[in-house]
């Protein structure tokens, strides 16, 4: 298997990779399987069923409404976000869905979108299944997938193991653990940044993949800057006041503070700002999912902000970095909350942005490895508790925790030369067997924790 770094880093939209973004496209691949396999025009009606976590928790995360988007033929990438609500309270109030776009079928949103609480598909905890029925209520199709976390949809066939896309492409510095990617770097005198460059121009060149990373950096920083100017309240009934924009306008009004710590009031608000706009239904930059989608962006703020001869070189080191201990992460344990609890999303985000920040600070590879280490091992047990099933309490103060963590771990790191007890490789799989332990209760279903201890309204 091969995994990109812009499959790591994908645009989408909030509030959730696994629960937003995945059942978004999982449904247009059921809407474009019948178009291309000839059953759209026979096609009258078509029902999605959503289980474990994703019925459990999908009300909150939108996943129910991102499943009417993705069979009306939209993706997660270019949807517009600002109008998303809108399309699917027409499609309910119309008691109609225009199928890949174009194929009107009746629609009720009662019984054609069923979201199961208790029930569960065998593979994974964010599985879904669809069906199209014709107009005597014979099944013409029926298919069920799996949101792996992060955005990731795997076919319901696929082998229940499976964690990843299948991608057969042929590396010249394949890795599928930390020791094997140090090992690379020594032989070869190559940074980590270096290895994931020479296995991306595999499949684009080096201008292309540049352009492309840098455009994710661009939707970070939108993301940031709409953070920062939207105020008011979140959308979901909890009633959370976005704190970003007024944490913005105190910072930028006293430029005179001599506060030691001030770089740090501003990594808290990139963070907030970010998971504060996911948290409305924004576009994100899934890092590696979007409950976790501040650290990276946060992280890589403070670099441009407070790292002198920072550019747009070190911006695309700092993501390939990062992706490389992202890829260690989807490979051997996972980054979804619904499978392994928050130490999968926001323990997976502060381990990439740490090795992120410490390679572009100068830091060697054992030395990133390490920061890596230092990212996860602080984060290990933390469970996936949201109050009310939506992505706001406690991820989004969560993000700006870890990104201050990120950042230390990183200048700890550094202060090392790179030898260290724990490795990466057994933080990693601590976090799997952690994860396998974990009650149910704590891997979002919201069903324990937080989620039980604090009022809703």
Same mark, same amino acid.
């Given at each position: 298997?091969?995994?990109?770094?812009?499959?790591?880093?994908?645009?989408?939209?909030?509030?959730?990779?696994?629960?937003?973004?995945?059942?978004?496209?999982?449904?247009?691949?059921?809407?474009?399987?019948?178009?291309?396999?000839?059953?759209?025009?026979?096609?009258?009606?078509?029902?999605?069923?959503?289980?474990?976590?994703?019925?459990?928790?999908?009300?909150?995360?939108?996943?129910?409404?991102?499943?009417?988007?993705?069979?009306?033929?939209?993706?997660?990438?270019?949807?517009?976000?600002?109008?998303?609500?809108?399309?699917?309270?027409?499609?309910?109030?119309?008691?109609?869905?225009?199928?890949?776009?174009?194929?009107?079928?009746?629609?009720?949103?009662?019984? %054609?979108?069923?979201?199961?609480?208790?029930?569960?598909?065998?593979?994974?905890?964010?599985?879904?299944?669809?069906?199209?029925?014709?107009?005597?209520?014979?099944?013409?199709?029926?298919?069920?997938?799996?949101?792996?976390?992060?955005?990731?949809?795997?076919?319901? %066939?696929?082998?229940?193991?499976?964690?990843?896309?299948?991608? %057969?492409?042929?590396?010249?510095?394949?890795?599928?653990? &930390?020791?094997?990617?140090?090992?690379?770097?020594?032989?070869?005198?190559?940074?980590?940044? %270096?290895?994931?460059?020479?296995?991306?121009?595999?499949?684009?060149?080096?201008?292309?993949?540049?352009?492309?990373?840098?455009?994710?950096?661009?939707?970070?920083?939108?993301?940031?800057?709409?953070?920062?100017?939207?105020?008011?309240?979140?959308?979901?009934?909890?009633?959370?006041?976005?704190?970003?924009?007024?944490?913005?306008?105190?910072?930028?009004?006293?430029?005179?503070?001599?506060?030691?710590?001030?770089?740090?009031?501003?990594?808290?608000?990139?963070?907030?700002?970010?998971?504060?706009?996911?948290? &409305?239904?924004?576009?994100?930059?899934?890092?590696?999912?979007?409950?976790?989608?501040?650290?990276?962006?946060?992280?890589?703020?403070?670099?441009?902000?407070?790292?002198?001869?920072?550019?747009?070189?070190?911006?695309?080191?700092?993501?390939?970095?990062?992706?490389?201990?992202?890829?260690?992460?989807?490979?051997?344990?996972?980054?979804?909350?619904?499978?392994?609890?928050?130490?999968?999303?926001?323990?997976?985000?502060?381990?990439?942005? &740490?090795?992120?920040?410490?390679?572009?600070?100068?830091?060697?590879?054992?030395?990133?490895?390490?920061?890596?280490?230092?990212?996860?091992?602080?984060?290990?047990?933390?469970?996936?508790?949201?109050?009310?099933?939506?992505?706001?309490?406690?991820?989004?103060?969560?993000?700006?925790?870890?990104?201050?963590?990120?950042?230390?771990?990183?200048?700890?790191?550094?202060?090392?030369?790179?030898?260290?007890?724990?490795?990466?490789?057994?933080?990693?799989?601590?976090?799997?067997?952690?994860?396998?332990?974990?009650?149910?209760?704590?891997?979002?279903?919201?069903?324990?924790?937080?989620?039980?201890?604090?009022?809703?309204?």
């Amino acid at each position: 298997m091969a995994l990109s770094a812009l499959d790591l880093f994908s645009v989408g939209i909030g509030p959730s990779s696994s629960h937003t973004v995945g059942p978004m496209r999982a449904a247009k691949l059921f809407a474009d399987g019948l178009k291309s396999g000839g059953l759209l025009s026979s096609t009258t009606r078509v029902r999605a069923e959503l289980f474990g976590s994703l019925g459990a928790t999908g009300r909150g995360h939108g996943s129910d409404k991102a499943v009417v988007l993705g069979l009306q033929g939209l993706d997660p990438e270019t949807v517009d976000t600002s109008t998303a609500d809108d399309q699917v309270a027409a499609a309910a109030l119309d008691a109609e869905l225009m199928i890949c776009g174009d194929h009107r079928v009746d629609f009720n949103w009662d019984e %054609d979108v069923v979201l199961h609480r208790r029930k569960s598909l065998p593979a994974h905890p964010n599985g879904m299944s669809f069906r199209a029925l014709d107009h005597t209520g014979t099944v013409l199709s029926e298919r069920s997938f799996y949101s792996i976390g992060g955005g990731f949809v795997v076919d319901g %066939d696929a082998d229940s193991g499976d964690r990843v896309v299948a991608d %057969d492409t042929a590396l010249p510095y394949p890795f599928t653990s &930390a020791d094997e990617l140090l090992a690379i770097c020594k032989r070869e005198g190559m940074s980590i940044s %270096d290895v994931m460059l020479a296995n991306e121009l595999t499949w684009r060149s080096e201008a292309e993949l540049r352009e492309k990373l840098l455009a994710l950096w661009a939707v970070m920083r939108e993301c940031v800057d709409n953070g920062c100017a939207a105020e008011g309240i979140l959308p979901g009934g909890l009633n959370v006041r976005r704190r970003a924009p007024s944490l913005f306008k105190t910072l930028t009004a006293d430029t005179g503070v001599t506060d030691p710590l001030r770089a740090m009031e501003w990594v808290n608000l990139f963070a907030l700002a970010v998971n504060e706009e996911n948290a &409305a239904g924004g576009r994100i930059v899934t890092a590696p999912t979007n409950g976790a989608a501040g650290i990276v962006p946060a992280v890589l703020h403070y670099y441009v902000k407070f790292v002198p001869g920072a550019d747009d070189d070190g911006v695309v080191r700092f993501l390939l970095a990062a992706a490389a201990v992202g890829i260690l992460f989807k490979i051997n344990a996972s980054i979804s909350g619904a499978e392994v609890g928050c130490q999968g999303e926001v323990g997976s985000a502060c381990s990439m942005a &740490a090795a992120g920040l410490c390679e572009v600070l100068g830091g060697t590879p054992e030395q990133v490895e390490n920061a890596a280490e230092v990212g996860i091992e602080h984060n290990l047990g933390l469970t996936c508790d949201p109050v009310g099933g939506l992505v706001q309490i406690p991820c989004i103060e969560r993000n700006a925790i870890a990104s201050v963590k990120a950042i230390n771990a990183a200048r700890l790191s550094l202060h090392g030369d790179g030898r260290h007890k724990v490795s990466l490789d057994k933080a990693i799989k601590t976090m799997r067997e952690t994860g396998a332990d974990m009650k149910t209760k704590y891997k979002e279903t919201s069903r324990g924790g937080l989620a039980v201890n604090v009022i809703e309204c």
